[in-house]
């Protein structure tokens, strides 16, 4: 049996797949342009990323507590990154969308790594200076 996280990412993975393959054909029988076919993706792939970042938070329910608000801080910087991401791609001139959209999701990726450090510094510790749990 396959284990529940990899079934959901297999799914993921085939409507990714899916919806690039109805695309590419709408566009090989002239019924988008190419602009809007790469429009289109762009939007999959920032709606799959806030999708699969929903999922960051449930991940380990049980981990320490600094891990936990990473772990949800992470969830939803990721989550707003691809919503921003999708919108982008939806809406601004191709240009803007490709010089704004990596930076954004990128700073999901600061955001995640600055306040994970920082919740490992400021943990609470115990008189011998080990990490409480």
Same mark, same amino acid.
């Given at each position: 049996?396959?284990?529940r996280?990899?079934?959901? #990412? @297999?799914?993921?993975?085939? @409507?990714?797949?899916? #919806?690039?393959a109805?695309?590419?054909?709408?566009?090989?029988?002239?019924?988008i342009?190419?602009d809007?076919?790469? %429009?289109?993706?762009?939007?999959?792939?920032?709606l799959?990323?806030?999708?699969y970042?929903?999922?960051?938070p449930?991940?380990?329910?049980? @981990?320490?507590?600094?891990?936990q608000?990473?772990? %949800?801080?992470?969830?939803? #910087?990721f989550?707003?990154?691809?919503?921003?991401?999708?919108?982008?791609?939806?809406?601004?001139?191709?240009?803007?969308?490709?010089?704004?959209g990596t930076?954004?999701?990128?700073?999901?990726? @600061?955001?995640?790594?600055?306040?994970a450090l920082w919740?490992? #510094?400021? %943990?609470?510790r115990n008189?011998?200076?080990?990490?409480?749990?």
């Amino acid at each position: 049996m396959i284990a529940r996280p990899i079934l959901g #990412a @297999v799914v993921l993975a085939g @409507v990714m797949l899916a #919806a690039s393959a109805i695309i590419k054909y709408a566009e090989t029988n002239h019924l988008i342009g190419p602009d809007t076919a790469t %429009r289109a993706i762009q939007v999959t792939i920032g709606l799959a990323l806030a999708f699969y970042a929903n999922f960051i938070p449930k991940k380990n329910p049980t @981990v320490a507590q600094c891990v936990q608000s990473a772990q %949800r801080v992470a969830g939803w #910087a990721f989550v707003i990154a691809g919503l921003g991401y999708a919108a982008i791609w939806a809406l601004a001139p191709v240009a803007t969308a490709d010089l704004v959209g990596t930076p954004l999701v990128a700073s999901a990726i @600061v955001i995640t790594f600055g306040y994970a450090l920082w919740a490992y #510094a400021t %943990r609470p510790r115990n008189q011998n200076g080990h990490a409480a749990q």
